[in-house]
């Protein structure tokens, strides 16, 4: 749910409030209780991903560098293949 800013065009009082999206604006203030509100336009928030499915190494990319190269498979030399004993 985003939060809102609002401004009393009467007393001048300016608070956020959050709300659903599709919620009509708020008209009366908190404050003085007349009907002179109104909505700002805001910068906004970032986005904030919680929960699964989301990975934090995606916006970290010096985390994600070394992660990688953790969970890489370690190299090995070639080792060789033993030679099958024949009878005499």
Do not use: H, V, W
């Not at 300016?14 to 599709?22: A, D, G, H, K, V």
């Not at 916006?59 to 024949?86: D, I, L």
């Amino acid at each position: 749910m985003p939060t809102y800013k609002y401004e009393c065009q009467n007393c001048g009082y300016i608070f956020t409030e959050l709300q659903n999206m599709t919620e009509k604006p708020l008209r009366k203030c908190p404050k003085c209780g007349k009907l002179k509100l109104k909505r700002l336009i805001g910068k906004g928030m970032g986005i904030i991903y919680k929960g699964s499915g989301f990975y934090t190494t995606d916006y970290n990319k010096k985390k994600a560098t070394e992660q990688t190269q953790s969970t890489s498979k370690p190299k090995t030399k070639p080792t060789k293949k033993n030679k099958k004993k024949t009878k005499s």
